[in-house]
C-alpha cells in the first residue's frame, strides 16, 4: 500500500469515529428486582444525560441514607410528563426502579409516587 492511500484510509478512519454517534451506554442494574426508597428530595438536577434525584432516605434506625435516583434524557422524560419544576428540594417522594449491581445507593429510575399520591413515569409505560 503506498504512502497515499495509507493517508487516506488514516483519515478517513478518523473522520468515521468523530462524525459517527457511539452507542449510549446501560444502566449497570440488576432487572430481577425492583427497588422502592421514600426520602426527601435533596436536589433535581435536569440534565442530560441523566436528571438526578437525590434523597435522603431515613432508614429504620433513624439514620440517613443518601440515594441518587436517575431517570432517561429530558426529552424522554418530558413525553411522560416531568418537566424542571416537576420536583423541588423538600418533596417527599417515593422513588422505584433498578439498583445498581454493586450495591451502591443508586437507582435506575421507572416510575415515582409524587407528593400528591401521583404516579408519574419516566418511561411512558
Known amino acids: 500500500m503506498n504512502v497515499r492511500l495509507q493517508t487516506l484510509a488514516v483519515v ?5 469515529a468523530i462524525t459517527v454517534p457511539s452507542a449510549h451506554h446501560s444502566w449497570p442494574v440488576t432487572y430481577s428486582k425492583l427497588v422502592t426508597v421514600k426520602g426527601t428530595v435533596t436536589m433535581f438536577v435536569w440534565q442530560n444525560p441523566h436528571p438526578m434525584i437525590s434523597l435522603d432516605v ?19 422524560m418530558q413525553a411522560s410528563g416531568w418537566s424542571r419544576a416537576t420536583l423541588k428540594p423538600g418533596d417527599v417522594i417515593t422513588g422505584i426502579g433498578y439498583q445498581f449491581n454493586d450495591g451502591q445507593k443508586i437507582i435506575r429510575l421507572e416510575k415515582v409516587i409524587l407528593p400528591d399520591g401521583k404516579e408519574l413515569s419516566v418511561y411512558g409505560r
Not at 12 to 16: D, G, M, N, R
Not at 61 to 71: A, L, M, N, P, R
Open 12 to 16: 478517513v478512519a478518523i473522520l468515521s
Open 58 to 76: 431515613r432508614r429504620d434506625d433513624g439514620t440517613i441514607e443518601k440515594w441518587s435516583v436517575g431517570g432517561p434524557a429530558t426529552n424522554r
